[in-house]
């Protein structure tokens, strides 16, 4: 049996999900299904939020992001240096924390560059350096969700890109994108108050969430008809 603590690092969950996930997703999944499972539980989020329904913006939220590390993994991208790299605990337009982008108009962005030695590991430590970064209160749920949206679709776009010419200037786009993703899904669960390092340990608590092996055994059609 594998678990994750509620103290798990990026680099944890990342090897958890490869551990649980990467026997069905090398036999069942391209990039393409998996950024279209990506997509489709981010949109779900989404609507989780448009209902006020907390639980099911919670428990989509989650299940994006452990598609989204299957596709990570998949592309063998470094979750954990894309984030630092795009937000060293500085907004990554302004560069400043908390951002300033809408009281001083700033207009292009700025270089950023951040002190390693305040790099967050846990993914806890994560979600509230972009608290910190992106304070709930400066903006609606509504505003957190539709930039959630908008930066699917931008690292949709970043993997097609790099899908069309497989480029290293690509490939960097890509990890930028998914970082910004990842602050955008953070930003969603902090505007609703989920610990998202006690959600992932409550519901891997023991192997995969739904068939509860290791690897996961749930089918292709399983996946294709589930509800959120
Ligand atoms: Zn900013
Ligand atoms: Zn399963």
Redesign the pocket.
Known sequence: MVSLSKDATISDYSKFIQL??GM?NDRFYTIWDMLDNVQRFSMRCVKGVRKEDKNKTRINALICLSWYMSLMNRLHINVDDSIWHRFPYLCSYCGECPCACKAEKVKTRRKVTGNSSSMPKRIKDIQEMFMEIYPTKARTKGDAAIHLAEETGELSEAVHIYMGDRSDMHFQKVSTEAADYFSCLMGVLNSISIDTGNEIAKLFSN???????MP???TYE?VCNYRS
């Open positions: 649980v996930y069905q192997n995969c969430h739904e068939c509860h092996h996961c055994i749930c399983h």
